[in-house]
C-alpha cells in the first residue's frame, strides 16, 4: 500500500459527459501529480501542484482541469469526455525536497462509451 | 524536447537468468533518475533513485547504473523471477529550483516476461 488513495477505481460513462476523480496523497505530501496511462502506452504527465498551487503542466487538455485543496487531496475534472480519453489515471504524491520517492495510488480506469 | 527512451520494448527470459535493460534520455534540466516496476493495471512501485553524482544503487536482486556524462542508465535483474514479470520504467526528474520535486518524464517502459 503507498498510502496513495484513488477513489473511484472504475468508471464508466458516456461520451460527452463530465467526471471527477480524486486522490487523496499520503499523509504530510505536499506535491500531487496527475497522469494518463492509454492502453499499452507509456504515462503521459497532466499537472502538477504543490501545496494548492499548480507547478507544472504536461500535455494536459484543455477539456481538462485539476485542482489542490487546503487539506492537501486534488481533484482531476474532465469534461466532455471522447472515447480516446478512456485510460487508466494515475495520481502520485511526493514529499518536500527535490530527490524524494513519489508514490502513487492505483489508479481509476475510466471507460467511455 | 525532454525524452526518456527505453530498450528494448518487450524481452522473454527464463526464470533464473539475468537481463539488463537499458534507457537513454535526454531531459533538462536533469535532477535525478529513476527506476519503477509497474505491474500490469496496478500503479509503478519505486526501486531505485540515483542523483547526477551516483553511479549504481541496488536494492535486492536490481542494480540500476547511471552515467551522467552518456545520459545512459541500465537495470540489471538477477537470478529472475516468475514475480518479475513486469513492466519497468525509467524515469528522469526534472530539476525544479522552487525546492520541490520537478516534473517526472517517464520512458514507454519494457516489458519483461519471465518464463519458467
Known amino acids: 500500500d503507498s498510502g496513495v488513495t484513488q477513489t473511484p477505481k472504475h468508471l464508466i460513462t458516456a461520451t460527452g459527459q463530465r467526471v471527477t476523480l480524486r486522490c487523496s496523497p499520503r499523509s504530510g505530501d505536499l506535491s500531487v501529480y496527475w497522469y494518463q496511462q492509454s492502453l499499452d502506452q507509456g504515462l503521459q504527465f497532466l499537472i502538477q501542484?504543490?501545496?494548492?498551487?499548480?507547478?507544472a503542466k504536461g500535455n494536459i487538455l484543455e477539456r481538462f482541469s485539476a485542482q489542490q485543496f487546503p487539506d492537501l487531496h486534488s481533484e482531476l475534472n474532465l469534461s466532455s469526455l471522447e472515447l480516446g480519453d478512456s485510460a487508466l489515471y494515475f495520481c502520485?504524491?511526493?514529499?518536500?525536497?527535490?530527490?524524494?520517492?513519489?508514490?502513487f495510488g492505483q489508479g481509476t480506469r475510466l471507460t467511455v462509451v | 524536447k525532454n525524452q526518456v527512451e527505453q530498450s528494448p520494448q518487450s524481452l522473454i527470459i527464463l526464470e533464473g537468468k539475468n537481463c539488463t535493460l537499458q534507457?537513454?534520455?535526454?531531459?533538462?534540466?536533469?535532477?535525478?533518475l529513476r527506476w519503477y516496476k509497474q505491474d500490469t493495471g496496478r500503479g509503478p512501485v519505486s526501486l531505485t533513485i540515483m542523483t547526477f553524482s551516483e553511479n549504481t544503487k541496488s536494492n535486492g536482486r536490481y542494480t540500476a547504473t547511471l552515467d551522467a556524462d552518456t545520459k545512459q542508465s541500465s537495470l540489471h535483474i538477477t537470478a529472475s523471477q516468475l514475480s518479475d514479470s513486469a513492466s519497468y520504467i525509467c524515469v528522469v526528474s526534472l530539476k525544479n529550483y522552487g525546492g520541490s520535486q520537478g516534473n517526472l518524464i517517464f520512458g514507454k517502459g519494457t516489458k519483461l516476461s519471465v518464463k519458467p
Open positions: 502520485a504524491s511526493s514529499g518536500q525536497g527535490a530527490v524524494t520517492e513519489a508514490f
Open positions: 534507457c537513454n534520455y535526454t531531459v533538462s534540466p536533469f535532477s535525478n
Open positions: 501542484y504543490y501545496n494548492g498551487e499548480e507547478r
